[in-house]
């Protein structure tokens, strides 16, 4: 399958290109979203304009920083005093967007 991006032609071996895949997954990424939504904060916004999780002030984005440093889920939640289970279900909703 080939399709233009940025002027190439690029080679996708048995892969949708975004424009269809997107539309097949929207009921799963409509669900993804409403459940991150159940962690996480759009009003809860730190000084940097970063989505937080729920009722914490702590960044979204730090989740992942922490866990490519090689902490476990079960040390980010001790360390930072968050609640483990609402980090499992950002990551597994995140994950779930992805398939």
């Not at 895949?21 to 996480?40: E, G, K």
């Not at 970063?50 to 866990?67: M, S």
């Not at 490519?68 to 289970?85: C, R, T, W, Y």
Request: charged share 25%; hydrophobic share 40%; with cysteine.
């Amino acid at each position: 399958m080939e399709f233009k991006y940025e002027s190439q032609n690029v080679q996708m071996a048995g892969m949708l290109r975004p424009d269809e895949w997107i539309p097949t997954r929207r009921p799963v990424l409509n669900r993804a979203f409403q459940s991150i939504l159940d962690v996480a904060e759009s009003v809860g916004w730190d000084e940097y304009n970063r989505p937080c999780l729920k009722e914490t002030k702590f960044p979204i984005r730090q989740i992942f920083a922490e866990l490519s440093d090689g902490m476990s889920v079960k040390e980010i939640a001790h360390d930072f005093s968050l609640n483990e289970q609402d980090i499992r279900i950002f990551l597994q909703e995140m994950a779930g967007m992805c398939q």
